[in-house]
Every structure is written in C-alpha cells, then in structure tokens.
C-alpha cells in the first residue's frame, strides 16, 4: 500500500461538524455498498445512522467517541465508537474513496484502541457485513479476528449480516 505523504489530523467531530459528516458518510456509502446491500437498504441504514438529529444526539452521549480525520483542511474518514453491552466496539469506520488503502484507516483503528486500552477494556469489537471483503481484509490487517457470525434485524424489513470480529489489547 502506499502512505498519506501529508500528516493524519484527527480531532473530535464537534456539532458544526455534523452535516460535513452526514454528507461524507453519503459519498462514502453510495460508493462501497451497492453490490453489497440493496440501495433501498442504503437509504435506510444511512437515515438512521447518519442523519443530522441522531448525529447530534450520537455527541451528547457520555459512552460514544466521534473521531474524525483531516488531511490539511479536507475530512477524510472517521471512526465512531463506543461502549456496546459493556465491550469496546469500533462503531463506524469511513474512509473516503480516493484516501483509502494510505494507512488512515489503521490510523483511525490505533486511535480508537489506545482508548479502549486506557479505559481498561480487553478488546475492541465491531461487526462488518460477511460480504465486505475489502473491510474484513483491513481489520484482519490491524489484528481483528472473527469471533461469530450474526444476523441482526435492523427494521425496516432489513437485517445485518455480519461477522463479529475482535482485536485484543
Ligand atoms: C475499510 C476501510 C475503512 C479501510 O481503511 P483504509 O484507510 O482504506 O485502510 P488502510 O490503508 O489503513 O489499510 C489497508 C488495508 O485494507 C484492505 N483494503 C483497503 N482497501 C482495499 C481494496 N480496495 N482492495 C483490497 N483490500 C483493501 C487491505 O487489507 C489493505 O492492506 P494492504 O494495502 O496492505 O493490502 C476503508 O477502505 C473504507 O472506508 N472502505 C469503505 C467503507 C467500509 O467498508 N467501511 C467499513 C465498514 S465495517
């Protein structure tokens, strides 16, 4: 892989920052999911994660960290993450299309675990559709295994299905 030659920003997404990531969120999805999900499944999974009022809601609660990444002054990516029936998980990890495969997502990956570990948690977890062959190759690059397969209803008439898969600390 190549590396971003330019440094990786990363800061904390604060609520002026709300509809630049709703909207990269948008670019990002529409490029790497059909094929993967349905576009109607797009639509809905991107309303109810992304949209403006569950992002703000996302900021104000205690057990969620919004990071994004910056190269100069352009938002690359981010890394959502949070405390998910007592584990570490590694929510959302975005990267737009032309700064993929330059290290930012193992940037974001480093950053998210260096505060598991320091909150004490022994691993961070996260669920990646069994179909993201790019996204599983990544995780398993950064030390993620898989630890189960699941299917999960999402509403809407849709499910997830998802592997589960860890990183020990
Ligand atoms: C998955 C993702 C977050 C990884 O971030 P990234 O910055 O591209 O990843 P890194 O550069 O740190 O790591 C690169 C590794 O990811 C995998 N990878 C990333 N893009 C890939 C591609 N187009 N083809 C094959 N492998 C790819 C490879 O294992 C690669 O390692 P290598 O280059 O040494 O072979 C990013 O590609 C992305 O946003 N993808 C689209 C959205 C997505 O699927 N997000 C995850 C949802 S669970």
């Given at each position: ?26 670019e990002i999805w529409q ?122 209803d999402i509403g809407g ?13």
């Amino acid at each position: 892989m190549s590396t971003v030659t330019q440094q990786i920003d990363i800061t904390p997404v604060t609520p002026p920052d709300v509809p630049a990531i709703s909207a990269l969120a948008r670019e990002i999805w529409q490029a790497s999911y059909p094929g993967i999900i349905t576009q109607e499944q797009i639509d809905f999974m991107l309303e109810q994660r992304y949209g403006h009022e569950r992002l703000y809601d996302d900021l104000e609660d205690a057990d969620k960290w919004l990071d994004q990444a910056f190269v100069g002054d352009r938002r690359i990516g981010f890394a959502f993450s949070e405390i998910y029936k007592g584990e570490f998980k590694l929510d959302k990890l975005y990267i737009h299309p032309d700064m993929q495969r330059q290290g930012v997502g193992g940037a974001l990956i480093a950053h998210v675990a260096e505060r598991a570990k320091k909150l004490g948690y022994p691993c961070v977890i996260l669920a990646v559709n069994k179909r993201n062959e790019k996204a599983i190759g990544s995780y398993r690059k950064y030390g993620f295994a898989v630890r189960e397969a699941i299917v999960d209803d999402i509403g809407g008439g849709f499910v997830m299905d998802d592997y589960v898969m860890e990183k020990k600390l």
